[in-house]
């Protein structure tokens, strides 16, 4: 057995025990990791975070392990938590965006599905980390320069990555193989023929797709991502361009038109106005046959409190038509407090929350990508979650890979995509007015036009 397996077994030891500490120690622990009421306050340097990791979000034990775990560290031994919990990401986003504007920001700001470090760092609100990375070169090398490119601000660092985005298609084995249908080696071939089984799924009665308008969005927009990118090499790049001013191209209006026909023949009949929580579960329930998403949607896939018994060995995982595939660094989490304690403190959190042990382990518990590409998948995990396995192993066969409208669009266009949505998918808004619409959203970023 490898020292790094030895350690990854005994960090799953350290979970353990201490989570159960934190069962075993009740209100009084509560007390001081939430609220900071503790004794000895005075000498404690107290962060504020606001947490939508919580309840039955993917990632709200391996938060908790986090935050706890970072307490019984010699860095974090004088510090104290302040917890303000919200248990909905969208709810979450908007609010850090209003604090971005008018308020204060919390010490650590967790990174949520929207690009805002641009936002908060013209802000003035969020500290420079780039001293932080100039003094530890060891830390530093665990992301690529891409990763860091994505945090960075005219030239300074203020996001510290967390994961990485991948997505690619879940389908029901169990459904296609009630269709007759074989699922692809690795994908469709084209989007004819994933129209062509979406057309076998409804002919067999079964609802072909999950889509959404709520919110984010976030299923519609991994499927409009995939739709413009692996039309072509000009939809390709488009796709991966950072800031697009123009939604009038060929590639984005065709998949405009592409996103309405499947919202108005192979999706469910509450997709207009249906929230991520909802579409999914008409997944989990067998109610829909295919569903973008990433790696952190499969620890919903065996958890009693998502889907049936056993309904993980009966998803199979697919990369998008043409061998695409989403692939992007992720904003990072940054640090709003000003005093110089707590900034130090932060700065320690963030250092614990990436290392190479803490990204292995939010892999198995919350299925969180790796930031780093120094993170290797031990055999144990490979063997006690094959669907990960294969999720991990059916990426490295992607020959189209592109971005994500969350962070390459400016946000005042992801806002304008979520809220001309339910126009678009209800037909009372073409596909040419949707993308003149965004269209118009993104030319108010335009300073120089």
């Not at 009693?304 to 995982?317: C, E, K, L, Q, Y």
């Not at 640090?335 to 990436?354: E, H, M, N, Q, R």
Request: with cysteine.
């Amino acid at each position: 057995m490898s020292s790094k397996l030895n350690k990854i077994t005994a960090s799953a030891l350290l979970i353990a025990a201490l989570l159960m500490s934190i069962a075993l120690a009740g209100c009084d622990l509560d007390r001081a990791y939430v609220d900071g009421s503790s004794g000895g306050k005075d000498s404690k340097v107290i962060l504020n975070v606001i947490n939508y990791h919580v309840g039955t979000d993917p990632g709200a034990v391996y938060y908790s392990y986090l935050f706890h775990g970072f307490l019984q560290t010699d860095e974090g031994a004088n510090v104290e938590f302040r917890i303000e919990e919200i248990s909905d990401a969208d709810a979450f986003n908007q609010r850090i965006k209003l604090l971005i504007s008018s308020g204060d920001l919390p010490d650590v700001v967790l990174s949520g599905a929207n690009n805002i470090v641009e936002l908060a760092a013209r802000s003035g609100k969020v500290a420079d980390l780039t001293p932080y990375f100039e003094a530890d070169p060891e830390w530093r090398a665990l992301f690529d320069d891409l990763s860091l490119a994505f945090n960075t601000v005219d030239g300074k660092i203020y996001g510290v990555p967390v994961t990485k985005e991948i997505s690619y298609i879940y389908y029901n084995r169990d459904l296609f193989a009630q269709a007759g249908i074989t699922p692809p080696a690795s994908s469709f071939a084209s989007w004819d023929e994933f129209f062509d089984v979406c057309d076998a799924l409804k002919a067999a009665g079964i609802t072909p797709l999950g889509l959404d308008t709520a919110g984010a969005a976030q299923l519609s927009s991994l499927w409009f991502g995939a739709l413009v990118a692996t039309q072509s090499s000009a939809g390709n790049k488009w796709m991966n361009t950072q800031y697009p001013l123009s939604f009038e191209t060929p590639e984005v209006l065709a998949a405009a038109s592409r996103l309405q026909r499947m919202f108005s023949e192979y999706t469910t009949s509450d997709a207009v106005g249906g929230s991520y929580d909802l579409m999914t579960a008409h997944f989990f329930r067998g109610e829909a046959a295919m569903i973008p998403g990433g790696p952190c949607m499969i620890p919903d896939f065996s958890s009693p409190d998502n889907a049936p018994t056993g309904f993980s060995s009966r998803v199979g995982v697919m990369l998008m038509p043409m061998d695409g595939m989403l692939t992007v660094p992720l904003p990072g989490n940054m640090v709003g407090a000003s005093d110089p304690a707590k900034i130090k403190a932060a700065v320690a959190f963030l250092k614990f929350s990436t290392a190479i042990e803490n990204q292995l382990i939010a892999l198995e518990m919350a299925g969180l990508q790796p930031a780093s590409s120094k993170v290797d998948v031990p055999d144990p995990l490979r063997k006690s979650d094959p669907l990960m396995a294969e999720a991990l192993d059916i990426g490295a066969r992607a020959k189209i890979t592109y971005g994500h409208i969350h962070v390459n669009w400016h946000q005042n266009v992801v806002d304008a995509f979520s809220a001309y949505l339910p126009d678009l998918a209800s037909g009372n808004m073409t596909p040419a007015e949707f993308c003149a619409g965004l269209t118009e959203a993104a030319l108010k970023n335009d300073v120089g036009g």
